[in-house]
């Protein structure tokens, strides 16, 4: 997910980049915060803020410091949420900044923060609403909840890296916050140090124009566990990578724990150096799978529960929920948007929520959600079950075991999205549309004679479309 993880951190903030366009609507929301919770909260708590970004479904609000923003997502986050969307901004998520320089307080980390040379960006701190408490366990999710439950002991390490990867989404930047909560409480001695892969490519490259490179591996090096987020990031920077490898090599060397997550496993990141992925993969490398209709519930049986003290008095009929979570498949972040979307609504009308409420104020999204599947999915799915590699997938091999399992994912792509054969072409290693047609044709023909081919289609079908 890039460098947002579903709830607010703290970094040092670059402001440089607010458009008009986005300030304009800025204000009305202001104004519309305003009406909304008067005067006297309005100066205390909306009017401080500035907006910096709005993008992929993530505002950035600049706050004067951690307290105030903590506070305002807490207590008027959904309404932001929604008076946003109101105005034009398709966010799902706030996130805050901390205005000033480097010295700007933080939070406490889970170990007291060491003193940093000037101009370093402070290091993100758990998002306090990332524990495993609130972490809902399924069927899809229970092996990495066991792997983190595990590593958050702080005993000796077992494996490492713990190495999670998974679809946007599903709960991996929660997980590896639940780790440093956990380990804050358990072994406050430890120092953690939590980095999504963009900050550490940042950090890295001012570290190089700074000529600092001696305090960036110090930094580094001196940590006890080191959690590294979506590393997919770290593809094609080499420089970046060589010193990623290193790091690695010297925590792992110094029996320190590593934990690393991504949207897709080890081998299947591309432009990452072979010895980064084999170094990867020697500890144990767990997948989040899809959520499945039981979890989807689950999360949003736990997460109405936490809304009863924001909103009281707000009641959701029966049935929404279970429609909430058959209709909205793809992550469990636009699950949660939609929640807080409904309570926004609800204590804004007044009245409870129906499901044609719900149908209604949700219509962007249920939309969007119809839409899911992508052909990175199927091709994904597809490899699983035939047992080779994605990259062998879309790569030029035409052997039977690989060009038949191509041309399954390329029919499946046909019936079960809603693009074009040029363009699954080009998702297919940048294929002509002719080959996606004429593989399309083909399974077309063995499945009124190959039953086997026949059972796969239909099984593959129906698990994507879960
Ligand atoms: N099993 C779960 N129980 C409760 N909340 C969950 C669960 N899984 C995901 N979430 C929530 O969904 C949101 C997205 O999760 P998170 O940011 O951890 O996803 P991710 O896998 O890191 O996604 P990305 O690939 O975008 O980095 C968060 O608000 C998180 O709390």
Redesign the pocket.
Known sequence: ??A????SYWCILDRDNGDNMTNVQWDKVKSDMRAAIGAGNYKSWIEPLTLVTAAEGVARLGAPSPFVGDYVGKTYGDQIIYHLNRHGMAVQ?LAFDVEGAANTPVQPAAKPAQAKPANAQADAQPDQ??TFD?????KP?ELA?AAAKRVAEGGPTTFNPLFLY????????????AIAHELGEKRPDLNVLYVSADQFIYRFISALRDRKMMDFKQHFRSVDVLMV??IQFLEGKESTQEEFFHTFNALVDLGKQIII?A?RAPGEIRDLSERIKSRLQCGLVVD?HP?DYE?RL??LH??QEMFVNVYPGVEIATGVLEFLAHRISS???V??GALNRLYALASLVGRTVSVEMAQDCLSDILRASDRKLTIEEIQRKVSEHYDIRLSDMLGPKRTRTLARPRQVAMWLCKQLTSRSLPEIGRKFGKRDHTTIMHGVRKIDELRQSDSQIADDLEMLRRALED
Do not use: P, W
């Open positions: 997910m890039g947002d993880h579903g709830g998520r609403r990332f609130s972490f809902v366990v399924g999710n909840h998974g679809g946007v989404g599903l709960g991996k930047t929660h997980l590896m916050h987020d979506d997550s949207d989040l959520t979890l689950g999360i736990a997460k992550n469990v972040r699950l949660e």
